[in-house]
């Protein structure tokens, strides 16, 4: 390893690129930041790198590899320096700006002449410890690249320096041209390796970096921090101070060789870096010593201007501003007391007291003050104002103070801080009576103040009054937002170009992109995918006439409605308009729906009259069929015509008859409920559909069970059959099986219509019931038929289940309640499908969502599918639900993420019981009380004693509620408000309390037996009900639902 002049240059070299790289990017998203410096910077770090270890000759890598490496700098760094130049003179000629970004293309093949060892192909060290290398042919053409960006640079900063220089802007930009024309020098070198293998090339580099900085420290080109500038203005001191410590101590080795033997570079970095760590604090004692010991208080009030100077010319807060003014001149001038008065933006002739010192009165920060100035005092704030000046106003040992106000004590000294001919404020001063009188020194002191400090104030109130601004501006910038994306209509402001200028939230949900891919945009390529304006466009109308224009077309299948509306804007602006579109593809198919509704109306109105009209004919022609029939004998050839004569008519009597039914006057319609017989309505009903579509490969297939009449509205039935069996033939296509069924199962009537038709996706099965939706093709259906159907059995206390897919077919369950008691009675499910899922989501969503806070994103988790819930219902609708989370499915439960539950658990075989939620109208019902017994029960029927729950910390009623069953609180968790968790880790209160036992519990298993049914888990809950019981001997009971139990009362 060899450490000398060769390897020390690079070194420090690197490491001042290194603090240049560091806090240049240190100022990244700030004013002034160039990427192009950094890359500069980035490239010449790597080049004193490479050349650093090059030289040093050590055992990592080879001497080539780290030529190479060097190379990779030293080559790059043209390409990094001339973009900089380009951003550094604002050059925005777009010519330029591509030349000097498209040579970073070049580095690509210079690194391929250069690890292919077409620059170099031998590097290394001589027997005597020389470093050598040797060019390869390609090295011309690789110096030649760099060399002709370095030129080209070098006449950049030529033109550049004389234009700025006749646009006056002060940047000198001479030091940049000589460390450009260093750096050619220093680069010219290497293709003579003789003078190449020393770093002469790196050094002037360095050279050029030290001017480049200088000049970007001096003009402010680069906006780097205050400790940025100190470190890296401390490192280049340190350079050069070690750099004059060589020379001198070499010079003094030449006349005495004993001097300091061996190697004296360590001694000379080191003395360097002391140099920088001493000078500073030297400097500042220097000044101390003279300040506080040769000549103490010399001038106390130029250090308190001094101090306060430098602090107001960066304050831009009045408070602040306020506490600084009085702190220095109650601290430097020894005054009793001080105030800072400042008049209020939105009261002209209101001042405010904005920072007071020792000053005796009884206002406070920001309580008004009221001047009442003798006239002399006013007469000479009038001139004050008149001339634009801020002046000091004293009194002297022989005049009375200034009266100022009746809410503050007279006044020494008063300063009116004029702005803009108007006085802004005042500092006013009060001395105590020992000081007869105010020096020149201080006066002349306080005239400075007085400027600096209405400066300052105006630069405070300007702030200030930018500040109350900039909030009323973002304030109507707010409520037009939220105006403007509240428009439930695609909304854009588009120029007279047709580029898009704003878009709301509507029309980016619509169009289906990105805001940023529509701003900026021309509108009819954002929109419709087109490369000129679209024909239909009233855009230019609108602007010409500055009328509201509306037009329609057809896009795509798709009829849109568009509207155009002029802006008012500034002169000498371009043009805008908003664009309002909306797709009325539904709205135009609803209205010709609408048309056809109405004449499937007329023709149904036709159609009772026909029928009417056809009655009396038909009638004649059974009637004389029936005769001739009578009178003809059966072996006559006549016999076999007039019986199919008799049959024709009668099945055209009948298919009269239906029609009649079913399109009578909806007035002639009976609207009150009546029994009705599903079976025979929905056969009625399929007779219909078949009729009026071609059903000749379709198989209907019947599973009719007994069925108790119904009481309902026969004609909504037979629309609602009719709807179903007749979506169910379309899907088939023709041919397919269609299945009807009917059942009634726990006092529920069941309708089944299934088909093997293309099935439902998944998307669409959340809509289906939704107004006007409909896959089917535009002109083929409103999309009314399944949301007329939820409506027909919603009214009638019923529900729809739709099980669908794809390729397989669906299959619609109506259920309706057989009898009012059944539409009463509460009972008890374990979910095991994907509608009962549904259901306990909807539950969880209206109670723990819309009730009690719960985040959205908490319902329906991944893990909310291997947990069992139970449901309650009402009749056939869902009121409440909870779930169990048992340790052989989930381990850690759920609450481990929030609370240490292990560490208060006796074993791992426990469950978490979560999500207890029930409808407000069933709280005080046996649905609460059944949830919470069903759940515990379910629990121990699968052998686990430890039970957890959590609640919210401010619902003390439930949590009392699960102290009185023998939960135990164990602590308290955050998410975010405060949660309570318990634990059950021994027998429940039912359990050990035998009155309760006896009383409540017995009874209450009893009534819940028949209410509940959890498939193969029944049993298993009801050995766990005979398991509790059996631990008493029966006695006298109680209805548990009517006695006033404890559990229940706190229900």
């Known amino acids: 390893m060899i450490i000398d002049v060769s390897t020390v240059i690079p070194a420090v070299a690197f490491i001042l690129y290194i603090f240049f790289t560091v806090f240049g990017f240190m100022q990244f998203k700030k004013e002034g930041f160039f990427w192009s410096f950094q890359l500069y910077m980035v490239f010449v770090a790597i080049w004193s790198f490479g050349s650093m270890m090059m030289h040093l000759n050590s055992e990592y890598m080879t001497t080539l590899f780290w030529n190479r490496i060097m190379l990779i700098g030293l080559l790059s760094v043209p390409f990094g320096l001339s973009n900089f130049i380009v951003d550094m003179l604002e050059i925005h000629k777009r010519s330029i700006r591509v030349f000097a970004q498209a040579s970073y293309l070049l580095i690509i093949p210079l690194m391929v002449l250069n690890f292919s060892g077409s620059i170099v192909h031998q590097a290394g060290f001589t027997p005597e410890g020389?470093?050598?290398?040797?060019?390869?042919p390609g090295s011309i053409l690789a110096y030649s690249i760099s060399y002709v960006y370095l030129i080209l640079t070098l006449i950049i900063l030529l033109v550049g320096a004389k234009y700025k220089t006749l646009k006056k802007t002060h940047k000198n930009l001479k030091l940049p041209l000589i460390g450009v024309g260093v750096m050619l020098i220093g680069i010219f070198m290497n293709i003579f390796p003789a003078l190449g293998k020393y770093p002469i090339d790196i050094f002037a580099a360095t050279i050029n970096a030290m001017l480049l900085f200088y000049t970007i420290y001096r003009y402010r080109l680069i906006s780097y921090s205050r400790i940025g500038i100190n470190?890296?203005?401390?490192?280049?001191?340190?350079?050069?101070?070690?750099?004059?410590?060589?020379?001198?101590?070499?010079?003094?080795?030449?006349?005495?060789?004993?001097?300091?033997?061996g190697d004296i570079l360590p001694l000379t970095i080191i003395l360097g870096i002391v140099t920088v760590l001493i000078i500073h604090p030297l400097r500042n004692l220097l000044a101390y010593v003279v300040d506080t010991i040769i000549i103490p208080k010399r001038h106390p009030y130029q250090t308190t201007i001094k101090n306060l100077s430098h602090r107001l010319t960066t304050i831009v807060n009045l408070k602040e501003l306020g506490d600084e003014v009085v702190k220095n001149l109650s601290s430097g001038l020894k005054t009793e007391w001080v105030i800072f008065v400042v008049k209020r933006l939105d009261n002209g002739d209101t001042f405010n007291m904005i920072a007071n010192s020792k000053c005796p009165t009884d206002l406070k920060e920001g309580d008004e003050v009221v001047f009442t100035f003798p006239p002399y005092v006013e007469e000479k704030l009038h001139k004050l104002r008149s001339e634009n000046v801020s002046s000091i106003l004293n009194v002297t040992p022989e005049e009375k103070r200034f009266e100022v106000s009746e809410q503050l004590p007279p006044a020494d000294v008063l300063i009116p801080l004029v702005v803009r001919k108007q006085i802004a404020g005042y500092i006013l001063i009060g001395y105590d009576y020992t000081k007869s009188l105010i020096t020149m020194i201080e006066l002349e002191a306080l005239e400075i103040l007085a400027a600096q400090s209405s400066l300052s104030l105006e630069n405070a109130l300007s702030f200030e009054q930018l500040r109350e601004q900039g909030d009323e501006l973002t304030m109507s910038k707010n409520k037009m937002e939220a105006i403007f994306n509240g428009i439930a209509s695609p909304v854009c402001l588009i120029d007279i170009d047709y580029t898009i200028q704003e878009v709301n939230t509507a029309a980016v949900a619509f169009y289906g992109n990105n805001k940023k891919g529509l701003i900026g945009n021309k509108c009819y390529r954002a929109f419709f995918q087109r490369n000129r304006p679209c024909q239909f466009c009233q855009a230019l109308d609108c602007l010409h006439n500055g009328a509201v224009e509306e037009t329609e077309t057809t896009i795509k299948d798709r009829v849109f409605s568009f509207q155009f509306h002029n802006v008012k804007v500034p002169e000498?602006?371009?043009n805008v308009f908003i664009e309002i579109i909306n797709d009325i593809t539904e709205q135009k198919n609803l209205q010709e729906e609408l048309v056809r509704t109405e004449k499937m109306a007329g023709i149904g109105t036709l159609a009772a009259g026909i029928a009417h009209e056809l009655n009396n004919p038909l009638a004649g022609i059974l009637g004389t069929a029936e005769i001739m029939l009578s009178e003809v004998e059966e072996d006559h050839a006549h016999h076999e015509y007039l019986e199919d004569i008799l049959s024709y008519s009668k099945t055209a009597a009948d298919v009269i008859k239906e029609l009649s039914i079913y399109s009578r006057k909806e007035k002639d319609a009976p609207e009150e409920n009546q029994s009705v017989e599903i079976v025979r309505i929905l056969e009625f009903s399929l007779r219909l559909a078949l009729r009026g579509i071609d059903s000749h490969n379709i198989e209907?297939?019947?599973?009719?069970?007994?069925?108790?009449?119904?009481?309902?509205?026969?004609?909504k039935l037979q629309q609602l059959f009719l709807n179903f069996i007749v979506n169910a033939i379309q899907a088939m296509d023709g041919s397919g099986v269609l299945t009807l069924s009917c059942m009634e199962q726990d006092g529920l009537i069941m309708i089944k219509v299934g088909d093997t038709g293309c099935g439902i996706a998944d998307k669409d099965l959340n809509q289906i019931f939704t107004p006007f939706f409909t896959t089917?093709?535009?002109?083929?259906?409103?999309?009314l038929g399944l949301s007329n159907c939820y409506t027909i059995v919603d009214k009638m206390g019923g529900r729809i289940r739709v099980k669908s897919e794809l390729g397989v077919g669906t299959e619609f369950t109506t259920i309706f309640p057989a009898n009012d008691e059944s539409r009463d009675t509460i009972r008890f499910s374990l979910v095991t499908d994907q509608a009962g899922m549904s259901d306990v989501f909807f539950i969880q969503r209206k109670v723990l969502v819309g009730e009690k806070g719960y985040l959205e994103e908490s319902i329906h988790r991944q893990e909310d599918e291997k947990a069992m819930h139970i449901l309650a219902f009402k009749g056939i609708h869902p009121v409440g639900t909870v779930s169990l989370m048992t340790s052989d499915h989930f381990?850690?439960?759920?609450?481990?993420?929030?609370f240490d539950i292990e560490s208060v658990l006796h074993s791992r075989n426990c469950s978490e019981i979560i999500r207890l939620a029930v409808l407000p109208e069933m709280r005080n019902t046996s649905a609460s009380i059944g949830l919470i017994i069903l759940v515990f029960l379910l629990a121990r029927s699968k052998g686990i004693e430890n039970l957890v729950i959590d609640v919210f910390a401010d619902d003390l009623k439930t949590i009392k509620l699960y102290k009185k069953f023998g939960f135990e609180e164990v602590g308290t968790y955050f998410s975010p408000s405060a949660v309570t968790v318990l634990t059950l880790q021994s027998k429940s209160t039912l359990e050990k309390d035998k009155?309760?036992?006896?009383?409540?519990?017995?009874?209450?298993?009893a009534r819940l037996r028949p209410m509940f049914d959890f498939g193969d888990m029944t049993q298993g809950v009801l050995d766990e009900m005979d398991r509790i019981l059996s631990a008493d001997t029966p006695g006298e009971v109680v209805d548990p639902l009517e006695e006033d139990s404890a559990i229940m009362v706190d229900l």
């Open 572 to 574: 000498n602006s371009k």
């Open 130 to 136: 020389e470093f050598f290398y040797k060019l390869a």
């Open 776 to 783: 089917k093709a535009p002109g083929s259906g409103t999309g």
């Open 891 to 898: 381990w850690p439960l759920p609450i481990s993420e929030y």
């Open 700 to 715: 209907v297939r019947r599973n009719y069970h007994a069925l108790p009449y119904l009481e309902a509205n026969e004609s």
């Open 231 to 261: 470190i890296i203005y401390s490192t280049i001191l340190a350079i050069i101070a070690s750099i004059s410590y060589y020379i001198i101590i070499s010079i003094i080795k030449i006349f005495n060789s004993n001097f300091i033997p």
């Open 995 to 1005: 009155s309760q036992l006896r009383h409540f519990v017995r009874p209450l298993f």
